[in-house]
């Protein structure tokens, strides 16, 4: 079956590698945020919600999406690291939905 835009076919055999390089930096650069400026947002984020020791919370998610994004740049385990990283990305996507003021950036 012939394509409607061809053109669009051009880069299919790189655009894999550009798409996970690019979502890759974006997660690690998530994960520095949450280690710099946004660490006391997210502490109390994680204090208002309950979850105690929230440092350790927050090291945690910032260790994890430093992580899952350097595998991405690398291209480690990218299915894997996918489906956790939409897990995490739907839950702060739910819990900003029924409150927005508690991720609410600058």
């Known amino acids: 079956m012939l394509s409607v835009f061809p053109n669009f076919l051009t880069y299919s055999q790189i655009s894999p590698l550009v798409l996970r390089f690019v979502i890759g930096i974006i997660f690690l650069e998530l994960g520095y945020l949450k280690l710099g400026k946004e660490k006391a947002a997210w502490n109390m984020f ?8 929230s440092y350790l919370f927050v090291l945690l998610l910032a ?5 899952a994004g350097a595998f991405l ?3 480690y385990l990218t299915q894997v690291v996918a489906l956790v990283m939409a897990i995490i990305l739907f839950a702060e996507a739910y819990v900003e939905l029924q409150d927005g003021a508690l991720l609410k950036r600058d």
């Open 46 to 53: 994680f204090k208002t919600i309950h979850f105690r020791p």
């Open 63 to 67: 260790t994890i999406e430093i992580v």
């Open 73 to 75: 740049v690398v291209g």
